[in-house]
């Protein structure tokens, strides 16, 4: 068992984040004063320990009984058991965070396992039962000692990622994923056995959406997502997990385009570029990362040689489809998929609308085409991270200060046309014809032919608009 004290900046660290909890601090002296004690544990331990900020606190509570906890946390506000059968508490009513108060468990084996809450049993069998050692260590909120009987602050130090207990990992399936998004997240890696274990287990029968949940995890927290998907690779479980990216592998590019090598080395240092860029929302930043994992999943159709040359005519459009079935497998949400699937079907355009210098009519209807959830400005940053994926030196992108000119000249029209991060909002409505037509078909199509005039155009004046398009209309008699 190795019990020590944590340094004195990590304590400083630790008392000052607990100052903004009074309420907390006052929970685990009643706990202590009824010879408990009260452990921070899990995720927070570890971020503490990296020098990461910490986000959340779970908090398990040895030597007191579930009664004599919950008696506690009701003397300070209503209280929910999240589970009565796993012993977890969550104290309501507070100004301050969330936090969950559990007591030690310990679970049986099968797809259905009973839960028995044992506050007594040992530190050592309590943290076995975690996914991996940098999650099985805990610290005592009194004395502030580190309790770490799986090696887990050794393996953090040494960026190894271990099982604490082999048996009881495979118990939890999920945790295949976990190690993936942990790999990218921290650029730790798995020892030789947890490798193993991860080769053979059952990976079958995991929900989409626990699934998905660990993907977001990997790419929007991940500095390099790619470390996460080249492990699956490495493992050979990439065609299980994620077949239509397994089928780009072995696809080649044109050494002149893409001194990087195939298909599949471009796709993972595009998406580390991806992630390494700025961005307003998390939405925005899943939504281009997907779009740059599965941008050229159409060349495994579309590649041949032509000329002594590799080329992939039409993979964009090739690509859309793939990219559908590839996203189908890690999330349920249509949003997501059809807003990736357009990024997708359009990320060549940033380039050959630059070398074909085309109008700002055309800027506006495509940003009408991607809308409303995709940007011309989403569109740019897929197609920079598809420049900056050509790195010939293998395993990481090209500096993301990396010149990319012709996307910084497709944003410059496209922010002069201001469409950039919306379309052109449509200078006639509905109720401006309500004079002259019905609501109806007709009125629908000539709102349509009155945007593209609009566009093409570029009138902004209503009323002329108007003299437009029903000047175009044909009159009565010669219908």
């Known amino acids: ?196 274990i991860c080769k053979t287990m059952d990976i079958s029968n995991i929900s989409i959406e626990r699934i998905e949940l660990e993907f977001e995890k990997l790419m929007l927290q991940a500095k390099k997502p790619s470390l996460g998907i080249r492990w699956i690779k490495d493992i050979s479980r990439l065609s299980e997990v994620l077949p239509e990216l397994a089928d780009i592998i072995d696809v080649p590019q044109e050494p002149s385009w893409h001194p990087e090598g195939g298909v599949f080395e471009h796709t993972m240092q595009c998406i580390d570029a991806a992630a390494a860029m700025e961005y307003d929302t998390d939405k925005e930043k899943l939504r281009v990362i997907y779009a740059v994992l599965c941008h050229d999943l159409g060349k495994v159709k579309t590649t041949e040689k032509i000329g002594g040359q590799w080329k992939s005519f039409g993979h964009s459009k090739e690509g859309v489809k793939l990219a559908k079935k590839l996203l189908s497998r890690i999330t349920k949400n249509k949003d997501l998929r059809d807003t990736v699937s357009i990024l997708v079907r359009y990320h060549m355009a940033p380039s050959q609308f630059v070398a074909s210098k085309a109008k700002p009519a055309a800027y506006k209807r495509l940003a009408k085409k991607l809308a409303p959830d995709a940007t011309l400005t989403m569109l740019a940053k897929v197609s920079r991270a598809d420049k900056l994926g050509r790195n010939p030196i293998k395993g990481a992108p090209l500096s993301k200060n990396y010149p990319t000119p012709i996307i910084d000249k497709f944003l410059k029209i496209a922010k002069a046309a201001q469409v950039e991060k919306i379309p052109e909002p449509p200078v006639l409505l509905g109720r401006d014809l309500m004079d002259k037509i019905e609501p109806g078909p007709q009125m629908g199509e000539l709102l349509k032919k009155a945007y593209e005039i609009q566009i093409e155009q570029n009138i902004k004046d209503k009323q002329e608009l108007k003299k437009i398009i029903f000047e175009m209309e044909p009159k009565e008699e010669e219908k």
């Not at 706990?31 to 331990?45: E, S």
């Not at 396992?113 to 991996?132: K, N, Q």
């Not at 050692?133 to 000692?145: C, F, K, R, V, W």
């Not at 130090?157 to 998004?181: G, I, N, S, T």
């Open 1 to 196: 068992m190795n019990i020590t004290k944590i340094s004195k900046n990590i304590q400083n660290s630790l008392t000052s984040y607990l100052g903004n909890f009074p309420t907390v601090l006052s929970i685990v002296q009643k706990i202590d004063d009824a010879g408990g004690r009260a452990l921070l544990v899990g995720g927070a331990v570890r971020d503490l320990l990296l020098g990461v900020a910490i986000k959340d606190l779970d908090i398990e509570v040895h030597g007191v009984s579930a009664k004599k906890l919950e008696s506690i946390l009701k003397s300070f506000g209503s209280v929910s058991l999240v589970g009565k059968s796993f012993g977890v508490f969550r104290l309501h009513g507070l100004r301050e965070l969330d936090v969950d108060w559990s007591l030690p468990r310990k679970d049986s084996e099968g797809r259905k396992p009973e839960v028995e809450i044992d506050p007594f049993m040992s530190f050592a069998d309590a943290f076995s039962r975690r996914d991996l050692t940098i999650n099985a260590m805990g610290i005592d909120l009194i004395s502030y000692e580190l309790i770490d009987p799986c090696n887990g602050y050794e393996h953090l130090e040494k960026k190894v990622l271990a099982a604490p207990d082999k048996r009881k990992f495979v118990q939890d399936p999920l945790r295949f994923y976990r190690v993936m998004q942990f790999i990218g997240r921290f650029g730790m890696y798995p020892n030789n056995e947890l490798n193993q």
